[in-house]
């Protein structure tokens, strides 16, 4: 099972070197955590995002990073769920990890008669076209940090 910290309200890029040092550090016997949070306003650019993607100038931050995916606003009020998953002793892979963390929300929401779906091809989850969850993970050594 998990460890759950709830984390509060905290800046992403001290909560990003902690997820870095916290997998770095990590052994076989280390347990997996979800870190709950909420950011201040901050847009984190993907592997796969470009700055063009940005659609307007801004003001809030917009931190590179180095979880997959594109651009991604996180604030007040929305929130973040970090999974700190040794996926290699679990035995599975970034894609599994993926299927899992959509399937889990999608059973969330519907326990509130919420419903929702995957899109193939595009990571997250959606409701009624539009996506409710945005996923972008990073994995090292078999582990993975970031979330949704």
């Known amino acids: ?17 902690e997820m870095k040092s ?3 550090a990590r052994n076989i016997e280390t347990p997996d955590e979800l ?10 650019q993907g592997l796969s995002g470009k700055p063009e993607h940005l659609l307007k100038e801004t003001e809030i931050l917009v931190v590179q990073s180095d ?4 651009i991604t606003y996180h604030g007040p009020g929305q929130l ?9 002793r679990l035995g599975i892979g970034i ?17 509130y008669s919420i419903e929702a779906h995957k899109v193939s091809g595009a ?3 959606y409701v009624d076209g539009s996506k409710i969850a945005a996923l972008g993970l990073k994995v090292k050594q078999g582990r993975t940090y970031h979330g949704l």
């Open 1 to 17: 099972m998990f460890e759950i910290r709830d984390k509060g309200f905290t800046d992403y890029i001290q909560t990003w070197d």
């Open 22 to 24: 916290f997998t770095e």
């Open 35 to 44: 870190w709950l949070l909420e950011h201040n306003s901050v847009f984190t």
């Open 67 to 70: 979880r997959g995916g594109q």
């Open 80 to 88: 973040i769920i970090y999974c700190l998953i040794d996926i290699k």
């Open 95 to 111: 894609k599994k990890m993926v299927s899992l963390i959509e399937q889990s929300i999608i059973d969330l929401l519907a326990d």
């Open 123 to 125: 990571p997250g989850v």
